[in-house]
């Protein structure tokens, strides 16, 4: 191993937190565990523990041997290295987390956004080999989006281009945090599963199993469970996702004309039950120049492996031309 290099990557998401030694090849040789994320109120606290965390496996590579560490996070502005009043994540404001994680780990950090790296991953390793236009869609704790063009990806002005998941999409529910009304991820997240599940057992007058739980306790896991068993009401919370992603898809293929769409993240273990609706409701409200055209997949890495895979891919690319952007203030 000593003879080698690696890279580390990061993959902060609301929930948890996964990291890895990364060589080469795009091969996790060693994990960093799972960090709950939420646990951390401060990024320093959370910094502090993911050193602890990475410690071993660096030590067993050897940390002259490590190049680098690439993150990705909600948020993530690759420009600046900073996380910026992330919705799902417990701080505030505007992080500075490259340049913490530089200090703390003494080593190079990049850091973009979750979405930006789990599409880096797929387009490297995974379903989108090959494409030079496509988008990642990232459903889990929230829904996140990487957007391929021209095989590269799509920054925008100040670092922040690609956030699908805060599109308006159908008024009547806001989010719980964002505030905004209608956003995909209101609806398409995990917990906007869950939330769809409790608006719909309130006026479900058929069996369920679903009315054997507490409100809090109806997680999309559970009605993914209940759906698969064959529960009507939880088949009925996933026929409404697909219809609402659908559409939403539908406009961001009319916008990009990408040749595929990959789906990425824990919510994609209902399979069929949300892929068919899905796709049905997207191509129902696409223009015919665009039917049947788009492939809708899932992905093909492991849930934490792309966005791992695509953070440490940061480390190994070259930055000669990193747009500068110093003149743009810092948001507080």
């Not at 948020?75 to 799902?88: K, L, M, S």
């Not at 905004?180 to 995990?190: K, M, N, Q, V, W």
């Not at 789906?263 to 409200?285: S, Y």
Request: charged share 20%; aromatic share 8%; net charge negative.
């Amino acid at each position: 191993m000593n003879q080698q290099t690696f890279a580390i990557g990061v993959d902060i998401g609301g929930t948890t937190t996964k990291s890895g030694v990364v060589n080469h090849r795009g091969e996790i040789i060693l994990e960093g565990g799972i960090l709950p994320t939420a646990k951390y109120t401060t990024a320093e606290s959370f910094v502090e523990a993911l050193s602890q965390a990475l410690m071993p496996a660096m030590e067993k590579v050897g940390v002259d041997n490590i190049r680098g560490i690439g993150v990705g996070a909600p948020n993530g502005n690759y420009y600046r290295g900073t996380v910026e009043h992330a919705p799902n994540l417990p701080w505030r404001g505007v992080v500075p987390l490259a340049q913490m994680i530089t200090e703390r780990f003494e080593l190079p950090c990049s850091l973009t956004n979750d979405a930006n790296a789990a599409a880096v991953g797929e387009g490297m390793y995974g379903a989108a080999r090959g494409m030079k236009d496509f988008i990642v869609l990232t459903l889990g704790t929230g829904v996140g989006s990487g957007i391929v063009a021209g095989g590269g990806l799509v920054y925008g002005y100040d670092g922040f281009a690609g956030e699908l998941g805060h599109t308006i999409v159908r008024r009547g529910r806001k989010h719980w945090s964002t505030g905004l009304d209608g956003s995909l991820e209101a609806y398409t997240s995990a917990t906007g599963i869950a939330l769809t599940a409790r608006v719909l057992l309130d006026t479900w007058v058929g069996p369920s199993q679903l009315r054997g739980y507490r409100g809090e306790e109806i997680t999309s896991k559970l009605v993914c469970e209940c759906a698969l068993q064959g529960d009507e009401l939880a088949q009925k919370v996933f026929q409404f996702t697909g219809e609402v992603l659908g559409e939403a898809l539908a406009n961001f293929v009319m916008f990009s004309s990408p040749e595929a769409i990959i789906l990425f993240g824990g919510v994609i273990k209902a399979g069929d039950l949300l892929m068919q609706p899905t796709r049905k409701h997207m191509e129902k409200n696409l223009l015919p120049i665009f039917q049947g055209k788009v492939k809708l997949l899932f992905s093909e890495l492991k849930e934490a492996d792309a966005a791992i895979l695509g953070a440490s891919a940061l480390v190994w690319e070259r930055k000669e031309e990193k747009l500068k952007i110093e003149a743009l203030p810092v948001l507080k």
